[in-house]
């Protein structure tokens, strides 16, 4: 069974940063790429970052390039991603989940994700 719990979500002014932390169960984290999404109002859940087993290959969507930083630990099967200067456009629920595939209907199963506002 796939076990994906996201946090570390907030209220953060604009150019602020955060860190997002995903735990995973050891069956799913174990030797899989993982990645983060992110759904914003009124809008389709999208990419926003993956990293594979070694943590040696990361992928961006091009909103985030630069700013954000995807990495994990595997000791610990745990995922992150460091977001620094947060705007506006980055106010989402941020999911991460097992798999490379960077199209959110390629999964059945999400986890409860994790809230991220950004004021102006």
């Known amino acids: 069974q796939v076990q994906l719990v996201e946090s570390g979500g907030g209220l953060v002014q604009a150019g602020g940063s955060l860190r997002l932390s995903c735990a995973a169960s050891?069956?799913?984290?174990?030797?899989?790429?993982m990645g983060w999404f992110r759904q914003a109002p009124g809008k389709e859940r999208e990419f926003v970052a993956n990293i594979n087993w070694s943590g040696s290959t990361t992928y961006y969507a091009d909103s985030v390039k630069g700013r954000f930083t995807i990495f994990r630990d595997n000791a610990k099967n745990a995922l992150y991603l460091e977001m620094n200067g947060l705007n506006f456009e980055d106010t989402a629920v941020y999911y991460c989940?097992?798999?490379?595939?960077?199209?959110?209907?390629?999964?059945?199963?999400w986890g409860q994700g994790t809230q991220v506002t950004v004021s102006s």
């Open positions: 989940n097992a798999g490379g595939s960077i199209q959110p209907k390629d999964y059945t199963f």
């Open positions: 050891r069956r799913t984290f174990t030797g899989r790429t």
